[in-house]
């Protein structure tokens, strides 16, 4: 076996399985699987379809999921920096499609680096309702802001927060709630053989007791008739079923919503429950639940090991406060009476308008730099956007929420990033042209994916360009902010001048 299995893994899923063991053991024999998923906030099927040069199979419980070929390496095409698609392992696009996000929904991603759940779920949105979503690792956000940056998501809040902080600012305010919870991983052995070889059979209760407090404060922050997708990539019933059966006996409010079985999940395995910690045996009821909810098997369908749960709050019955109570307020209100805590008192956000660096030291004229962006919207741009201007370390972002909602939380991106201002000049930010289609910009160059000059400015270099490839709205300049697009489909800035087009791409973002 090319993949070297923990034994004590490889013993506890030979007495769970039973005769599926042998299967479930060849499948390690298999190429793991790699998969896209088409981005529908910038293209739909059919256009991806007629331009995407690979060969594609879709995933059955992913409408917008393709299987590829891993050698042809789909990041490796300017269609990717487009944000065109995402790559994604074929498993992990099931849970958003449980989630059943509908339009105007507000939507919480509480683990959400390195964001792949957080697009699926802005491409459902479609630039409708709200989408925050957090990581708590510091770290692991500035790859959470960056893929919301690249696929152009307009809508979205990026946190670095506790859930417990997050439950404390928005008690049963969300619609839905995605937890892609925290696990020991055993079902990614075959993808990430590194993950196997790290293994230890104590991750299991470590992460059970983190999973417990995540789907608490969950609970906390679903309004009423609101669904949570609990997701994991492990087998162990410990973070599985027993999570679910344990969350049910704690949250009588809640219920399993059952899966279908049409599309390669499995069913839950109540057999594999045990025991409560006091020794009792789990209601009927709860352990009848469990088998509602499913499982992908790595020796049943093309994709990595995952276990899902369908968790809706029952409607009736009385809140202590309402979603609709909560919008566009800061005042402190209890998030619950059942024992939770309440909120802390307020405190100023380090990222608060006025202040750069947690400090003082650098003030600037909010409404001066506002204004500057009311003026560049007027004259480079030719649609309106929706969104509250805030003005945040110097910067100004298009936010769905209000600035005194934010205040109390470690905020990475408030909202959309449309850019600052320096000298009285309003210089556009990179997420603003990657979010931007190319009817919505003053100054427009198209250049082909099929010849070098796409890769040469996402690269960062200089091209020539002549005067009469640039698409200018009538009456408007040369000179100035151009967005530069591949195919019809933004990348990002650029200025001409004289035959010349001078690269504002950024540097951390360029083709290596």
């Not at 739909?44 to 331009?51: D, L, P, S, T, V």
């Not at 849970?95 to 459902?124: F, M, N």
């Not at 902080?165 to 079902?187: H, M, N, Q, T, V």
């Not at 969950?218 to 309004?223: S, T, V």
Request: with cysteine.
């Amino acid at each position: 076996m090319a993949i070297q299995l923990p034994i004590v893994f490889i013993e506890r899923m030979r007495e769970l399985l039973g005769e599926e063991f042998a299967a479930f053991l060849a499948s390690y024999e298999e190429p793991r699987y790699a998969g896209i998923r088409i981005n529908t906030l910038k293209i739909g099927e059919a256009a991806f379809r007629e331009r995407i040069p690979y060969e594609l199979k879709g995933i059955p419980w992913c409408e917008t999921g393709y299987y590829v070929d891993e050698a042809i390496k789909p990041g490796k095409h300017p269609y990717y920096h487009a944000g065109l698609y995402y790559i994604q392992e074929p498993s992990a696009m099931a849970p958003v499609e449980l989630l059943e996000v509908t339009s105007g929904d507000r939507v919480l991603d509480l683990c959400a680096a390195p964001g792949g759940k957080s697009t699926q779920i802005a491409g459902k949105l479609q630039g409708t309702g709200l989408l925050v979503t957090n990581d708590i690792h510091a770290e692991r956000t500035k790859a959470l802001a960056k893929n919301i940056e690249l696929c152009g998501v307009r809508n979205a809040v990026v946190l670095n927060e506790s859930p417990e902080r997050i439950a404390e600012s928005f008690p049963y305010y969300f619609d839905k709630i995605l937890i892609d919870a925290p696990c020991s991983g055993e079902g990614m052995f075959r993808k990430d053989e590194d993950m196997a070889r790290l293994w230890e059979p104590a991750w299991t209760l470590k992460y059970a007791a983190m999973q417990r407090e995540i789907l608490s404060s969950a609970a906390a922050m679903l309004a009423p008739g609101g669904r949570i997708v609990y997701s994991t990539c492990t087998f162990a019933p410990e973070e599985d079923e027993m999570m679910i059966a344990e969350f049910l006996l704690s949250h009588p409010e809640f219920q399993v919503v059952p899966l279908a079985r049409d599309n390669g999940i499995a069913p839950g395995r109540p057999e594999w429950l045990g025991r409560q910690e006091n020794g009792q045996a789990f209601p009927p009821d709860v352990v009848r639940q469990t088998a509602g909810c499913g499982r992908l098997w790595p020796h049943q369908v093309a994709g990595e090991g995952h276990f899902f749960a369908v968790l809706e709050r029952i409607e009736g019955g009385e809140w202590p406060i309402t979603a609709e109570k909560m919008m566009n307020t800061s005042e402190e209100v209890p998030v619950s009476t059942r024992g939770r805590r309440t909120p802390r008192p307020v405190r100023r956000s380090r990222h608060a308008a006025g202040a750069q660096d947690g400090s003082d030291r650098h003030q600037v004229d909010e409404q001066e730099v506002l204004e500057s962006w009311y003026r560049f919207a007027r004259e480079q741009l030719a649609a309106p956007f929706m969104g509250e201007p805030l003005l945040y370390g110097g910067n100004v972002y298009l936010s769905p929420l209000t600035k005194e909602r934010l205040e109390v939380l470690k905020v990475v991106r408030p909202g959309w990033y449309v850019g600052t201002a320096k000298n009285g000049r309003f210089i556009p930010g990179h997420p603003l042209a990657t979010a931007l289609r190319p009817e919505e910009a003053l100054r427009v160059l198209h250049l082909s994916g099929e010849t070098g000059e796409a890769i040469r400015y996402l690269k960062g270099e200089t091209l020539t360009v002549e005067a009469e490839r640039l698409q200018c709205r009538e009456g408007a300049n040369l000179k100035g902010y151009t967005l530069v697009a591949v195919d019809g489909y933004s990348l990002g800035w650029s200025k001409w001048q004289d035959g010349l087009l001078k690269n504002e791409y950024p540097a951390g973002w360029r083709w290596t």
